[in-house]
């Protein structure tokens, strides 16, 4: 199977809504996301175009919560997007189409198609290696309804490990309806 990856400068969509520039910390551990060979992911979600929350999380501390979802939960969310994308194909195929223009990768819902202007509420996700974003799959951008699909597969345990990471990043219990990783 062939890796299909490049990469590019941060683009604004992933800058953070509070500081207006890149995120250089990791929102759970405080880790200096611009070292050089860090990973980490950003989550932004939005409402129409406001920004509901947003984070920058390096590998370390998403590892460490992906193995506080419960087993069943990863596998559903796993099978899920097994079952609506083949990021492989997306990736070389949004690569030869629009090459690092991220906006092209976030215009619409990887998984239901929808446009992002339609979206009443979107999220958006992306990967990176210190200042850099990596196209290989990510960027993408999941419609209200996608998010909806996925929260009907997560286990009430599943749901409790989201609201404590909502709790330890933004002090409160996030509305079950915005929070999907």
Known sequence: MT????????PKDFHSF?????????SLC????FKEGTNYLIEKAFRKKETIF????????????QQSLSKKSRELIENYFEEHIDTNTRASTLLDK???RSRSW???????GTPRWKCEEHQIY????DKDIVFNGLPYMLSGAAIDDILQLLSPETIG???????KLFGIDLPQSILVL
């Open 54 to 65: 947003e984070y920058a999380m390096c590998l370390d501390c998403y590892s460490g919560l």
């Open 126 to 129: 992306g990967l990176f290696i």
């Open 161 to 167: 490990s989201l609201n404590d990471l909502s709790d």
């Open 98 to 100: 629009h090459g690092r």
């Open 106 to 112: 976030l215009g619409h819902c990887m998984i239901k």
């Open 18 to 26: 509070e500081k207006g520039a890149p995120f250089q910390h990791c």
């Open 30 to 33: 405080n880790a200096d996301l």
């Open 3 to 10: 890796t299909y990856y490049e990469f590019g400068p941060i």
